[in-house]
């Protein structure tokens, strides 16, 4: 193999001469063909055969020296103007073969800079960046994916291995067999909203704009929790304005005020509030879902679209920290606004602001 790649490297530097010998030698032969006559037709000289071979040599000679010192000069070019930027190009491509998306060019300076190879440079180092964000969340989505499944399967094992008691009472069997429905549930809905963010994400699914009743979407989404609010006696506010049409998708929106309804219920304490209005602009229909609930810190609500952040450990097990991450690509595809306001001990407040044509 090295064998054959030395041979190759000599055939072309034997190439490259042959090239520079055949470019050197036409200009030079003509030039000193036009020489020897005008000099011959100025100055009255005879040519003979002798003085025309010591010419015929001479030029030779010359085209020779030329083309070798040519192709040396090319040499030395090439090695630092393309040579040099490429081999630091490929071992930088080989570098992130390996899996190392930390590498990155440095631009080329000096004398030898080629903006060309300085494009390529930096639209390198910029996908370089962009590997490494996807490989970090890769990374992450896989370990969150991993911890958030264990959960389920962990409590589903341990309902499980109780069920096998013998002489095991009823009530005792009915409880643990819920426990293993729960586990299921959990991972099914898991299961569930990653499939839908996937899709949304990588755009498999597009929004199918209808003109319906936004108000009694708001209503019928609301009422799907009416057991929980009469268990924990929760006060439910709602103040919405009758008639509100709007021109959008209206299965993902109900994705939207589901998320939003049992984020705000699952938050609030027995006996607290939970509002949702609807407001209107000329242009814009105004969502407003407020609870009072445990409220949380700005460090937490800078990340609570994120996939799998869960800000509040206590409800660890009541969620997977998917919906909201929903909800905001949702809103995002549908060229809306979400904004979330909170203060820790008294509460949140999301609000959605979408387009009404």
Not at 39 to 51: A, I, V
Not at 66 to 85: E, H, N, Y
Not at 90 to 95: F, G, I
Request: with cysteine; charged share 25%; proline share 2%.
């Amino acid at each position: 193999m090295k064998h054959e790649k030395r041979i190759k490297k000599y055939l072309k530097v034997v190439n490259r001469y042959a090239l520079f010998f055949l470019v050197v030698a036409f200009p030079i032969t003509c030039c000193m063909i036009l020489f020897i006559r005008i000099m011959s037709g100025n100055m009255g000289l005879s040519l003979n055969s002798e003085n025309l071979n010591a010419a015929a040599k001479l030029t030779f000679v010359n085209v020779l020296v030329l083309s070798v010192l040519f192709a040396g000069i090319d040499m030395i070019r090439r090695k630092i103007t393309v040579d040099r930027p490429v081999r630091r190009i490929t071992e930088a491509a080989e570098q992130m073969m390996q899996g190392d998306f930390s590498v990155r060019i440095e631009p080329i300076k000096g004398v030898a800079a080629n903006e060309s190879f300085n494009e390529i440079i930096r639209c390198f180092n910029q996908m370089a960046t962009e590997l490494s964000g996807v490989e970090t969340l890769r990374t992450d989505f896989v370990a969150n994916v991993s911890h958030e499944m264990k959960t389920p399967l962990a409590v589903m094992q341990n309902f499980g291995t109780l069920l096998q008691t013998p002489d095991l009472s009823e009530e005792k069997r009915m409880e643990y067999a819920k426990g293993v429905t729960d586990g299921a549930r959990r991972l099914a809905n898991m299961m569930t909203n990653m499939l839908k963010l996937n899709r949304l994400e990588n755009q498999q699914i597009y929004p199918k704009a209808t003109k319906y009743d936004l108000s009694e979407q708001l209503c019928e989404c609301l009422l799907q929790f009416e057991d929980v609010w009469e268990r924990r006696k929760i006060e439910i506010d709602t103040e919405l304005e009758d008639g509100i049409m709007v021109t959008a998708d209206q299965e993902l929106l109900t994705l939207v005020w589901n998320n939003l309804l049992s984020n705000a219920f699952k938050f609030t304490e027995n006996g607290g509030t939970v509002s949702l209005k609807l407001t209107t602009t000329e242009q814009y229909a105004v969502v407003t879902v407020a609870d009072t609930g445990c409220g949380m810190s700005p460090e937490v609500g800078a990340h609570i679209f994120d996939k799998f952040y869960q800000g509040d450990t206590s409800h660890a097990t009541e969620g997977n920290g998917l919906g909201l991450a929903l909800v905001k690509r949702v809103i995002d595809i549908m060229q809306g606004e979400i904004r979330v306001d909170s203060v820790p001990g008294k509460g949140t407040v999301f609000s959605v602001v979408i387009r009404r044509e």
